[in-house]
Antibody, heavy 119, light 111 residues
Framework: QVQLQESGPGLVQPSETLSLTCTVS????????WSWIRQPPGRGLEWIGY???????NFNPSLKSRVTISVDTSKNQFSLKLTSVTAADTAVYYC?????????????WGQGTLVTVSS | QSALTQPASVSGPPGELITISCTGI?????????VSWYQQHPGKAPKLIIY???NRPSGVSNRFSGSKSGNTAYLTISGLQAEDEADYYC???????????FGGGTKLTVL
């Protein structure tokens, strides 16, 4: 079965760029929708965006100006870049696959990685 | 403020049946059958338990069921067990807003 694992720095300076990678095993990243979702400590979930067929992307309008999602098919990985971060971007970041067709049906998920924005 | 509205908490004794509501608007839950439900235990990633309003992924207990009426979706858990104690989130496709929207989450306590 498909498994996902997030990786990247746990601490990012304010105004810098947050960069995370999701490594996919057990399936090809060339198919399906692949999303990033975040959850601030003690709060709810927020969809950030997806990449599909390695090139097609779509983003939450509230984050669109700061987000890039890309794929490295040779490594079966996809990545998130979020620019100009502030303390409000502190959250657990999850990567997820849309395993049932519609991109909003997230299954499975990675275990999540906490990113803290602080100087 | 979340785009979908859920009760902050629900509770029930073991063996009981409970229902969690998730209210949206016509351009999300009302117009599309792309409602999903997720179970999240503390410190863990969310797990999909219902998709397309009422479908269960392989391996999910048939004690979990989903339905929809108008702009509101429902998650029903029958025969409550201690292991069901968790946070539950709904989500939906939302063509006019953020494309994918979540509810604020409901904390289920098994008494």
């Amino acid at each position: 079965q498909v498994q996902l694992q997030e990786s990247g720095p746990g601490l990012v300076q304010p105004s810098e760029t947050l960069s995370l990678t999701c490594t996919v095993s057990g399936g090809s990243i060339s198919s399906y929708y692949w999303s990033w979702i975040r959850q601030p400590p003690g709060r709810g979930l927020e969809w950030i965006g997806y990449i599909y067929n390695s090139v097609s992307t779509n983003f939450n309008p509230s984050l669109k100006s700061r987000v890039t999602i890309s794929v490295d098919t040779s490594k079966n990985q996809f990545s998130l870049k979020l620019t100009s971060v502030t303390a409000a971007d502190t959250a657990v970041y999850y990567c997820a696959m849309a395993g049932h067709g519609q991109f909003t049906e997230f299954d499975p998920w990675g275990q999540g990685t906490l990113v803290t924005v602080s100087s | 403020q979340s785009a979908l509205t859920q009760p902050a908490s629900v509770s029930g004794p073991p063996g009981e049946l409970i229902t969690i509501s998730c209210t949206g608007i016509s351009s999300d839950i009302g117009d599309y059958n792309y409602v999903s439900w997720y179970q999240q235990h503390p410190g863990k990633a969310p797990k999909l338990i219902i998709y397309d309003v009422s479908n269960r992924p392989s391996g999910v207990s048939n004690r979990f069921s989903g339905s929809k009426s108008g702009n509101t979706a429902y998650l029903t858990i029958s025969g409550l067990q201690a292991e069901d104690e968790a946070d539950y989130y709904c989500s939906s496709y939302a063509i006019k807003t953020t494309l994918a929207v979540f509810g604020g989450g409901t904390k289920l306590t098994v008494l």
